[in-house]
């Protein structure tokens, strides 16, 4: 009754505040009977009934609730560990920045001493004689060529050599057969950057307990294996480092890269090492140096079709052989111990034998599957190991073939590395594990000693080296880590003199 006193005293919509009338006004009629309840509600069970379904939608509203809340919770804490990661990746670059830009400021007040101590007209900056920049009517740099005196000496050399293998016996030192079957990792070792991992190259000081690798990161790692300490970080090539080398004579090292450069370094007397030369002879990536047995003379082997024979003291590059042209290249090289023969490895499976006063190829041997990856000469000098996609091969060098083969692994495994140790008494074979095997005859059984695993978890060793006497061996493989393997005493005696220090 309110709605018509209302407009009986004020002749206005309590709410639009407009003029009306009670005859404006529509009666509205409604049901009075009450709905009735529903049957479940008639009865006790029937209410306990429509509890438990509230009850029940209640609780499953609540779980998916939940799930919810979980689901924010990990969708949070990923996005705290990527704005971590994040975080590390920034300050590690800003820290690269930093380094990158002290090494160019310390390169840029190296310059004017370098350009003012160079020599007037034998030496250029890289290390090559000027004679080196003239070109003949065929369109090809002139090299001095290897002089008579030089093959003197290489002659001389060989002659010294051949002589003393034939009177030296086997080291008492060497680590015997039932050692290295206990062989096991005693250490490991991040060398190289987390970014780029992957150790492509490896070689061991003769004299001195040090290590050296070279890595997909641009940079060679001088480790001491003593001390478990890095000496120093060699930077300066742009692409990844594929072979390296110590050059004890004068205290050098010798790195060979992808990116088509072959660099000499000296030692300081801190320990340092300085690039003194940078050879840009080749056109194609450096896949392998070797050193000669007079410590004077080096090769590189690329894979522009040529090897290049260079005087180690000056950097030049005496001889290059072969056109740097064809699909044909060199993937590995060595020298045979006594340094008149050269051996390289091909890209289409071929062992080519060389004689090195003449630079004439001598000998090629056939029968491998995929690039030669890696070989080496056996101190014996009688022994040339292989290694390619198809497993190793031995080659007998006074007959010129192949009395041996070894294939351990499956079709889809190539086999990355292999390397005599010095006293010629063990091989070791690298690819999905390490393989080690007593050194026979021609005709002998060669025993395998032991496989070790590859510990990396990428199933792709590609160097393997032996330490003095054999009394461990250092592997590299495509992460960042050298490991060292030997037995369980001696990581413990390592540990004890490192303690001691």
């Not at 090897?307 to 064809?326: H, I, K, N, P, R």
Request: overall charge negative.
């Amino acid at each position: 009754m309110a709605m018509p006193t209302t407009l009986q005293d004020h002749g206005k919509c309590p709410v639009t505040k407009e003029d009306l009338t009670m005859d404006d006004i529509v009666p509205v009629k409604t049901n009075k009977v009450v709905k009735p309840r529903p049957l479940q509600a008639a009865s006790i069970p029937g209410l306990l009934g429509i509890f438990q379904n509230e009850w029940d939608a209640l609780m499953l509203s609540n779980f998916a609730l939940e799930q919810q809340l979980h689901t924010a919770r990990q969708e949070l804490s990923h996005a705290l560990y990527q704005h971590d990661a994040a975080c590390r990746v920034i300050a590690r670059l800003k820290k690269e920045r930093d380094e990158a830009r002290a090494l160019l400021a310390q390169a840029e007040r190296q310059i004017p001493a370098s350009v003012a101590g160079a020599a007037p007209a034998a030496v250029v900056s890289n290390g090559k004689s000027a004679m080196e920049d003239e070109i003949d009517p065929d369109g090809k740099k002139i090299r001095p060529g290897i002089n008579p005196v030089m093959i003197d000496e290489l002659t001389e050399c060989n002659t010294i050599l051949s002589a003393q293998r034939k009177k030296r016996q086997v080291p008492p030192t060497l680590a015997p057969i039932d050692a290295l079957k206990g062989y096991t990792q005693i250490s490991s070792h991040p060398l190289h950057k987390t970014n780029k991992p992957g150790i492509l190259s490896m070689d061991v000081h003769p004299s001195k307990d040090i290590v050296a690798t070279g890595g997909i990161d641009t940079n060679a790692v001088l480790f001491d294996r003593a001390s478990g300490q890095i000496l120093c970080t060699l930077t300066g090539h742009s692409k990844k480092i594929t072979t390296l080398k110590f050059v004890p004579r004068d205290q050098l090292f010798v790195t060979g890269s992808a990116d088509k450069t072959v660099r000499i370094w000296q030692e300081n007397e801190n320990g340092s090492y300085n690039c003194v030369h940078t050879l840009k002879d080749h056109t194609a990536e450096v896949e392998a140096v070797t050193v000669h047995a007079t410590q004077k003379y080096f090769v590189s082997a690329s894979k522009d079709n040529s090897w290049c024979f260079y005087d180690m003291s000056t950097g030049s590059c005496l001889t290059q052989v072969g056109e740097a042209s064809g699909q044909e290249g060199y993937t590995s090289a060595a020298f045979h111990p006594d340094g008149l023969i050269l051996g390289t490895g091909t890209t289409d499976a071929i062992v080519k034998i060389w004689d090195v006063k003449t630079q004439s190829n001598v000998a090629k041997f056939e029968g491998h599957v995929g690039p030669v990856t890696a070989m080496s000469f056996s101190e014996n000098g009688y022994f040339l190991a292989t290694a390619a996609h198809d497993g190793v091969k031995l080659w007998d060098l006074r007959k010129l073939r192949n009395f041996r083969t070894f294939s351990p692994y499956d079709s889809d495994t190539p086999t990355n590395t292999v390397e005599f140790d010095f006293s010629g008494n063990y091989l070791a074979i690298g690819g999905s594990d390490i393989r080690v095997y007593q050194v026979a005859n021609v005709k002998s059984e060669w025993n395998l000693i032991k496989t070790l695993p590859d510990l990396s978890g990428t199933g792709k060793v590609t160097s393997v080296e032996f330490g003095a006497d054999a009394k461990y061996i250092a592997v590299g493989s495509m992460d960042r880590n050298l490991r060292i393997f030997g037995l369980p005493g001696d990581a413990q005696m390592e540990e004890s003199n490192t303690a001691a220090e």
